[in-house]
């Protein structure tokens, strides 16, 4: 089951997702970070602590995000703890392209 649970903090908006992120749930993660940044967040954080699978409808979802951000003048952190979940960014070489942190604290501080 697909969790989604955003709030305003110091430093930027958070939205913790809990719940693979594939396939199925893929476009409701989209909706959400469309909603967010629309709202003109300019800082947002996607907390995948709580992600145990990432596919690449996913990871799709979240190279948009990254696009939409800056496009929109503001900047994307992804919080990434799970090692399969980081694997795959680190696979793909998006590791290099996105700016992952260990803690949320971390990444709202940056």
Known sequence: MLVLDDEERPGG????ISGDVDVVNAPKVRGEIIRLLGD???RLVLDLTRVPFL??????VLVGALKRSRSAGGSLGVVVT???VRS?????GLD?????YDS????LES
């Open 13 to 16: 908006r958070v939205l913790s």
């Open 40 to 42: 003109g967040s300019g």
């Open 55 to 60: 596919d690449s409808f996913g990871l799709g």
């Open 82 to 84: 799970e090692p399969r």
């Open 88 to 92: 795959v960014f680190e696979v793909t």
């Open 96 to 100: 290099g392209v996105f700016d992952l």
């Open 104 to 107: 949320v604290d971390a990444a």
